[in-house]
């Protein structure tokens, strides 16, 4: 799911009057960040230098402030049903806690949005959305949810989410004064009291549960888009001020540093994730982004895009690859990819993300080629500024943790 791109330009001047602030902002102000205007909000790019704080993504843990992403609350008797006549995936198969990534298409076919959506109560899911298409979101689910007996809310301004995420998120979050699990939820049945440190790390992959902080209400979630291990706090804006000082404080021994939307944007293209605007448009088939298994196709009913889905792309559609090369110089966004040695012809792809990877070492970059250019080994160049660079195709991600 989109953030921000590492390219924003970043400013540490007052924010303009239209922008809207996150119920972080001083605390980012006193730890000296350099701010971005993403999607009408001033965040965080970074606090004290892009590489420090990726590595400490992958090497201890990082803090992220999202509070500008969307949450939209679906609620009623047929909240499933809406959802899935709304999305590409099958939500109604979501069992309470847990999280599944989907795809809010056009009757093209195209991506509007890539969300994740949790199943919180029995007919309750809270829907992420990406900052830019917060408002899209809401009223494609409220108009698809016409017709069924389910509410649809706009809860964004009423949420902060906090991310930790890095190999010892769950040892600082483990110890974090203040927080408690919430009973009833998938706790050990061998305690009176939740135990909020095995609660923790029991908590699976794209699963949530309820907790408390300071006896004020948090929804914890292990999901993620740096390509480590973390979680997700969803809290109110006036409590989470203190859950993310009780996060750094509690860290401060483990290596915890804040960190901005730059280091966001190099761990999740490390991790070979899309970023909308970039690797995912309205004009963009899921199949072409190598998200042709997020569409269930199979499940009972309509939903919209799913003519144009059954249809498939065409042919000759282009499709996103990774790509690593050599030296130092990165592909960006934009870029013109051609035939590996060929000086005449028109492009056969376009870079739409690139960066030197802080953590292997050598330009990466994720782009759409023409299909007969999209197999593993394929060498092709980048025109960076009129110079021919050499990139090989590559298997994504390009970076994956080890795994305990």
């Not at 699976?204 to 979680?231: C, M, N, W």
């Not at 190598?290 to 498939?312: H, M, N, T, Y």
């Not at 021919?388 to 991600?397: A, K």
């Amino acid at each position: 799911m989109a953030q921000s791109s590492s390219q924003e330009q970043a400013s540490s001047q007052k924010p303009a009057p239209s922008q809207k602030l996150s119920p972080l902002n001083d605390a980012h102000v006193a730890a000296g960040a350099s701010f971005t205007d993403f999607a009408g909000w001033q965040m965080p790019v970074r606090y004290s230098s892009d590489l420090a704080e990726h590595h400490a993504v992958r090497t201890a843990a990082g803090l992220f402030d999202l509070s500008h992403m969307g949450e939209i609350v679906v609620l009623g008797p047929q909240a499933a049903d809406a959802l899935d006549r709304a999305l590409a995936g099958r939500l109604s198969a979501l069992q309470h806690g847990q999280a599944k990534y989907s795809l809010l298409l056009n009757e093209r076919g195209g991506i509007l949005d890539d969300l994740v959506v949790y199943r919180t109560g029995a007919d309750r899911y809270l829907v992420v959305a990406n900052a830019a298409n917060r408002q899209t979101v809401a009223e494609e689910l409220t108009k698809r949810s016409a017709s069924f007996e389910a509410d649809v809310y706009d809860e964004s301004d009423d949420i902060a989410l906090i991310a930790i995420q890095g190999p010892r998120a769950l040892e600082i979050l483990q110890n974090v004064e203040g927080l408690g699990i919430e009973a009833g939820d998938d706790v050990p049945e061998d305690h009176e009291e939740p135990d909020v440190e095995n609660a923790l790390a029991g908590l699976k992959y794209y699963r949530s549960l309820s907790g408390t902080f300071q006896d004020h209400p948090v929804l914890i979630a292990r999901t993620g888009y740096t390509g480590e291990d973390g979680f997700e706090l969803y809290i109110a804006p006036d409590n989470a001020p203190a859950l993310w000082d009780a996060l750094l404080e509690t860290g401060a021994g483990a290596g915890i540093v804040p960190a901005g939307l730059a280091a966001r944007d190099t761990l999740r293209l490390e991790a070979g994730m899309p970023l909308y605007g970039h690797e995912l448009t309205a004009g963009t088939f899921p199949s072409q982004a190598g998200l042709g298994r997020v569409v269930v196709l199979d499940k009972p009913g309509d939903f919209v895009g799913r003519s144009a889905i059954e249809q498939g792309a065409p042919q000759d559609a282009r499709v996103l690859v990774g790509l690593q090369g050599t030296g130092k110089r990165a592909a960006r966004a934009g870029y013109d990819l051609h035939v590996r040695a060929s000086e005449e012809g028109a492009p056969v792809g376009e870079i739409t993300s690139g960066a030197l990877s802080p953590t292997l070492g050598h330009p990466i970059a994720l782009a759409y080629v023409d299909p007969q250019y999209a197999e593993a080994g394929t060498e092709l160049d980048v025109d960076v500024r009129g110079s021919r660079i050499p990139f090989t195709v590559t298997t994504l991600p390009f970076y994956s943790r080890k795994k305990n």
